[in-house]
């Protein structure tokens, strides 16, 4: 009969010689004696190969041992499974690529299929993030074409656009799901046609602006019907936000002339509204002092950070967006000549000696990543796949200079 163990507490069969449970009743295995470990040259108990566990812990050679024994355990191993290892191996710590190569022996000795694509599927996490391990998976197979990239990206803005609807006022929601399905629908025509189709991002501003909209009519005009919106209750709301006219005119025309085709409304508000706007530059500028301190902070300070330092001199030289140099890659850069394609500018861009300096420290920066990512700025988020670094860090790296990239 099981009976608590006295010494760890657990249920078993105590032994009569021992009065404990057998896992406490059987002695382990001596340790070792502490030996010279070859790598720090410390008296420590080792862990493998003559190395402590310190030692062990971050040798290079670690993620390819893990995949010969996984190799080992597979009655059919994949032919890529080597070059898995070699790809997570440069990508990531030690420890963490053993963590992927186990991730993937658990789904090789599973009882589904194991096609590059059935294993991709596999590996994903429910939710809004697919996890680490397929996020790592899907840059290997859709590199080397042994499967196709998921929808996870498609996934994410499909959520987004829901969230976005959910939170119109119900009165008004249907016409602006059917506005939404009509955009998608026009998204994917583009991409059969080989045109150039909305983004998500610009798909996602739209719902948002209707959203406000709509929230506005409900709450401040006391409607909850399209049809008795008229051009008031559009110049209230424009007037919300003036610097926002602009943008917010344009997805209100195309609501309303989408409305009107539909028979949601009648007669289209926005039929005579006018920008009402000065044409050319209109933001802060900065003086000549303002430019001239920080030319010399990003040319010759040695703490202010490469990302900053290459980011502060395109714009302020070149004129260059966030998104240009998000987008820049290496093959972008002519050493020759001295030039860098930006964004879709139809020619390239000559660099002068300060700002190709600068350009030179923040590749110097990037080399000290172990990456294959093709693109100039390389942050620790990006460093394992492909990506380009994500907009919400480029604010936080002009912070210390006091300025915003626009």
């Known amino acids: 009969m099981e009976q608590p163990c006295p010494r760890c507490g657990k249920p078993g069969y105590l032994r009569d010689d021992t009065g404990w449970c057998g896992s406490c009743s059987r002695p382990g295995p001596p340790k070792q004696p502490p030996r010279i470990c070859r790598e720090c040259g410390q008296l420590r108990r080792h862990a493998g190969l003559a190395l402590c566990s310190a030692c062990w812990q971050r040798h290079p050679g670690r993620p390819f041992i893990r995949g010969e024994h996984l190799r080992d355990q597979l009655a059919d191993p994949p032919a890529w499974l080597e070059d898995f290892v070699a790809h997570v191996a440069a990508r990531f710590c030690v420890a963490r690529a053993c963590g992927l190569v186990t991730d993937l022996g658990r789904l090789l000795n599973d009882e589904h299929p194991n096609s590059p ?166 933001g802060r500028t900065l003086t000549l002092d303002q430019q001239r301190e920080l030319f010399r902070r990003w040319t010759t300070s040695e703490h202010v950070h490469p990302h900053e330092a290459l980011l502060g001199m395109l714009a302020l030289l070149h004129g260059a967006s966030s998104t240009e140099v998000r987008m820049l890659q290496v093959t972008d850069i002519d050493p020759a000549a001295q030039t860098v394609r930006l964004g879709k500018r139809p020619h390239p861009v000559p660099l002068d000696p300060a700002s190709w300096t600068v350009l030179q420290r923040c590749l110097a920066h990037r080399e000290a990543w172990p990456t294959a990512n093709p693109h100039v700025m390389v942050t620790k988020g990006t460093k394992a796949g492909e990506a380009q670094p994500q907009p919400p860090i480029f604010p936080t790296y002009l912070t210390t200079a006091g300025i915003r990239p626009g």
């Open 117 to 282: 694509q059935a294993l991709l599927k596999r590996s994903r996490r429910p939710g809004r993030s697919m996890g680490s391990f397929a996020r790592a998976l899907e840059d290997f197979f859709t590199l080397r074409g042994l499967a196709l990239p998921t929808d996870q990206a498609e996934r994410l803005a499909a959520g987004r656009r829901k969230r976005r609807i959910d939170a119109v006022p119900k009165p008004l929601r249907p016409a602006v799901a059917a506005f939404d399905d009509s955009r998608m629908r026009a998204q994917d025509r583009a991409r059969r046609a080989g045109t150039r189709p909305r983004s998500d991002h610009t798909l996602e501003t739209a719902l948002s602006i209707l959203r406000d909209l709509a929230c506005f009519l409900t709450e401040y005009r006391g409607e909850d019907d399209w049809a008795l919106v008229d051009v008031h209750d559009v110049e209230a709301f424009l007037a919300t936000l003036p610097k926002a006219r602009r943008g917010r005119l344009v997805v209100l025309r195309q609501f309303f002339r989408f409305a009107r085709s539909q028979h949601i409304v009648l007669i289209d508000p926005t039929r005579t509204l006018i920008v009402k706007e000065r044409s050319g530059f209109r």
